[in-house]
């Protein structure tokens, strides 16, 4: 087995991808489920501590900037995620904190602050999955008339990256030196603007705030078309996926990986994290049953408007004893989530699914991988993934919130440390030591170590200096 | 005395305006303050918890996207108030929580979401404090050449304000239905699009975030200038600002509640909240000691740079022992802060202050009202501008922090209390119950009641006949 770190052994990485009451588009009928709770931060409190004692690497939030679907079909609205993450830092003290952001409606100087801002109060904890927001709806938000085109969103994302890097590294290390004898608070050699300009993002000055915990907060990438994994080769920490099948898992990891060696990184050094839907029960048989009392509440009329929204066809093109139509268009011509669309299409046309079954299929999680069986099932079906290089770990997408996370914690999570597969304990305070990534290095600390050969007080001495003559 | 509520004997309103160690620019320097506060949580925590023991109405953090001034000056770089007032919500129950936030640089869609997320997690206790920052480095933060005139961002903030009530007034109260029988969790109809086109600012959809507990964060406004004036008396449920003497305070706070009356408010709807700088010592002698000790330690030439850079002449124009020079730009010139400039000077010809002089009291408090007594005499200072009507209560700035708030919460409150000018507990959770204001009324519950009279049960079943036909 490959190890990512010298003598100890690789272990995987499970994220808690929540969401309200559930991934299951059905979980708020449930009732045991508080239709309420997407409001409510007492259940995000109890599912970040349930999580933190399930030593989980992060929980993770994805978002848009819009009132997406049909508000009837199931819980809708959601809390900024940079503020609920803030809010369940204060009650956990060692798990990640990832929230998805858009680099097509933000503006670098803003965002950077705000997640080095969530870096600094949580610790080093703060993670942002990148996203570019395929939506005409959130481009209306924004004053736009039309959703900006993939490849353009995706230039915007690659220079608002190098934009926030270069606000994250405004402060060198050590740039304060808070000398109340001689009254400089720090010095300003060694604080540099942004200084970036590019076709789709400016900004000029230095961030407003030093160096966070980590360095750099930590990215995800989430996006799998060709332009989601050059972004993700270039930039990501990790990849949030989404596969159905063994080969195809580790046809997309070995793709990520050869195009982060092409990017000249450690193609080691990205996390591959597919989503994974659990279903748990005490027997095969129970956690079926489970899965069948979930998809029976699904409201098919719901989510057959949403399916025909994101294929692009009349809703009355879909009947729902019927497979999907045979003449849809290609991925080349939707300009929104591509690989979403490619997913969904396959699933259909692979499994030969009648729309209604496909329903089924996408209510469970969205087009994620399933696992309904025992916790010794789905422990092997994550251990499987695991060595067989398509998954450096997963992000674990429970059907039903909370319950499916204390099963899951309870009762896969002893499994997988018995198997020597996932830690015991904590070793690290960061996100980034969670993963077993570095923090990476100021650009001031790759350069030739003269800086460290000038004493601290002969620098302070020029700085004092300066300032007299200024 | 005049009332706000019948019974009740008006009582006055204290904000925490925070700001690192101190908002004298030389409180790093003295033995007992942290240099890395500024970005210290724990610290804040107590500064919040402080503030929360002395029954203040809120902690206030003012704030700018840009890194302004010198940093060898003062602690400098801050986090996103918004993520830090989150952090503070946690540690805290009753205090309000307002963060400054400019609506030049924001989107509206992105920010009304999460003040309405900080409303959310804290119950009720987020307010807002609307400014369109007057300086050349935040635009070309965001990709401009030039600031913006002062006239265009005023008008923005109009349009953004607008938007953003909109957006807070997307879902009607009650529009959650959560039936799990019927499989229906909100009504369709009574979730609005913002549909707002203005000149500036343009956002279609809904807000994906049902109505906040206090309807809309509580809006603050603290410019000053004839359109500052305007902003506030149209929209504003408090207004910071920095007067020096009575008699400009009492004639501030009659032409924004005459601008407020004029606009079709109460003019008792607006609070008028000047800041103060208190020092405070157990004679006259020892608070005046203390305040020469603070201004000993300031660096002159880190403030002469700063003053000439406000008021727009070289820096050697300022001789450190002469007044300012007699042909200083008119405001109506200036497009930055113009009430700040005005203010500068004329603090300066008023009392006819050397350029030294003038740093000193800028050092202070950047041009608020300094208090240095006793607690007696302090307690005095609020109270006849209370009584007198140029003020409903005070941001209060702590030259040091925490030992001036703890000061005050210790001595100047117990007075206040004990002339029955300040409350003895909270009797409300949220920030407008603080204030005395009410929850803004959605605009469906301002139409006829004729929506009353449809039992809910026909509304929902009209819903899901709906859904059906969809």
Excluded at 107 to 123: K, M, Q, W
Excluded at 248 to 264: H, I, L, M, P
Excluded at 295 to 317: C, S
Aim: proline share 7%; charged share 25%.
């Amino acid at each position: 087995m490959s190890t990512t770190g010298g003598a100890a052994p690789r272990t995987l990485h499970l994220n808690a991808f929540l969401l309200n009451v559930g991934h299951h588009e059905a979980a708020w009928r449930l009732p045991e489920s508080d239709p309420h709770a997407h409001l409510d931060l007492a259940h995000y409190q109890h599912l970040a501590r349930t999580a933190e004692r399930g030593l989980f690497d992060s929980v993770f939030f994805a978002d848009s900037p819009a009132l997406l679907g049909d508000v009837a079909r199931r819980p809708a609205g959601t809390l900024d995620p940079t503020i609920l993450l803030t809010a369940l830092a204060a009650v956990t003290t060692r798990i990640g904190l990832i929230a998805t952001a858009t680099t097509t409606y933000n503006s670098p100087y803003e965002l950077a602050r705000r997640f080095a801002s969530l870096d600094h109060v949580s610790g080093g904890r703060a993670g942002w999955n990148v996203v570019t927001t395929a939506t005409l709806e959130a481009a209306r938000n924004f004053g736009l008339d039309e959703l900006p085109a993939h490849a353009e969103r995706y230039a915007r994302a690659a220079e608002f990256l190098d934009a926030a890097r270069r606000l994250w590294d405004s402060w060198e290390p050590g740039a304060v030196l808070a000398d109340k004898a001689a009254g400089v608070f720090a010095d300003p050699a060694r604080v540099h603007p942004a200084a970036f300009e590019g076709r789709h993002v400016r900004v000029a000055g230095a961030l407003n705030l030093p160096r966070s915990p980590q360095g750099h907060p930590l990215l995800v990438q989430a996006g799998s078309s060709g332009d989601g994994k050059d972004l993700a080769a270039r930039y990501a920490d990790a990849v949030f996926t989404a596969q159905q099948t063994l080969p195809e898992a580790v046809a997309f990891a070995a793709d990520v990986r050869a195009r982060a060696a092409a990017a000249g990184r450690d193609p080691r050094s990205v996390l591959l994290l597919p989503g994974v839907v659990p279903v748990l029960g005490g027997t095969e048989a129970q956690a079926r049953e489970r899965e069948a009392e979930l998809d029976a509440l699904i409201v098919p009329e719901h989510a057959r408007r949403q399916l025909a929204q994101t294929l692009r066809v009349p809703v009355e093109e879909l009947a729902l004893d019927r497979p999907l139509p045979p003449d849809l268009p290609g991925e080349d011509e939707i300009e929104g989530a591509k690989s979403r669309y490619t997913l969904i299409v396959e699933l259909a046309r692979r499994e030969d699914l009648t729309v209604r079954e496909l329903i089924g299929r996408l209510g469970g999680g969205r087009g994620h991988r399933t696992l309904a069986g025992t916790p010794e099932q789905v422990a092997d079906a994550l251990q499987s993934w695991f060595e067989a290089g398509a998954a450096d770990g997963f992000n674990v997408m429970a059907p039903v919130l909370p319950s499916g996370l204390e099963e899951f914690v309870e009762h896969v999570v002893p499994l997988l440390q018995r198997r020597g597969l996932f830690r015991t304990e904590y070793t690290g305070t960061t996100l980034r030591e969670h993963y077993g990534l570095p923090v990476p290095p100021h650009p001031s600390e790759r350069r030739a170590g003269t800086r460290d050969a000038v004493p601290e007080a002969v620098r302070a001495g020029r700085v004092r200096e300066a300032v007299a003559a200024g």
